[in-house]
């Protein structure tokens, strides 16, 4: 068990829908980022926030956006929603704001399936 | 584009046996990261090597990074059914703020 809670495990949605996914980080993790995973693009990193101010930017759809709260959980908004949406997105967590530092603990993810 | 590309895409041998991955990246990098994956779970951890470093050791496992060639290799000796996994490469990537992963190699240890 890493200590990162993902919700919820799995969701089925529709296209054109909204949904929004929670991580609660490990405590004391000020530090979170989001992946999606992908049979074709494999692990894509998403964004991440460090004590609740966004960090970092990588391959994020405008569709889809994120925040980190003063408890230091984040949320990961997905709009839209079209049928290659359809992944594995995890959270993970680490204490500092950068990777130079340390490794990353990962959630167990949450499957979106888009039909 | 993944910074990141695991070498072989699968490698399938028997319990007792060495299995090892490589991993080539293409910036400079302050560290590179190996994780495992088992089916549909979350990612672990497995070892971390800075790029001041050659080599490092964690139980059953040696990481090589060689940076003049920009490449790193996993070595998982006496492999068990239980490694059975997909093993990741992830590197910063020089930037510090976002870990970028490789696509991974398939690992099937045949008990």
């Known amino acids: 068990d890493s200590g990162v809670t993902q919700t919820p495990k799995h969701l089925i949605t529709a296209t054109g829908q909204r949904v929004t996914l929670r991580c609660s980080p490990r405590?004391?993790?000020?530090?979170v980022y989001w992946y999606q995973q992908s049979l074709d693009q494999g692990l894509q990193f998403l964004i991440q926030y460090y004590n609740g101010e966004e960090r970092a930017k990588g391959n994020i759809l405008e569709r889809f956006s994120a925040q980190q709260f003063p408890d230091l959980h984040s949320e990961l908004n997905l709009s839209s929603l079209e049928l290659g949406d359809s992944a594995l997105y995890f959270c993970?967590?680490?204490?500092?704001?950068?990777?130079?530092?340390?490794?990353?603990?990962f959630g167990e993810g949450s499957r979106l399936t888009v039909l | 584009s993944q910074q990141g590309e695991e070498d072989p895409q699968a490698l399938s041998i028997q319990e007792g046996e060495n299995a090892t991955m490589n991993c080539s990246y293409k910036t400079s990098i302050n560290n590179l990261q190996w994780y495992r994956q088992n089916s549909g779970r979350g990612l672990v951890h497995l070892i971390l090597i800075r790029s001041n470093e050659r080599e490092k050791h964690s139980g059953r496992l040696r990481v090589t990074l060689d940076t003049s060639k920009k490449s790193s290799s996993l070595l998982i000796t006496a492999s068990r059914a239980a490694d059975t996994a997909s093993y990741f490469c992830?590197?910063?990537?020089?930037?510090?703020?976002?870990?970028?992963f490789g696509a991974g190699t398939i690992l099937r240890v045949k008990s």
């Open positions: 405590s004391g993790d000020l530090s």
């Open positions: 993970a967590s680490s204490v500092r704001g950068t990777v130079n530092t340390g490794e990353l603990f």
């Open positions: 992830a590197t910063d990537a020089g930037y510090g703020n976002k870990l970028v």
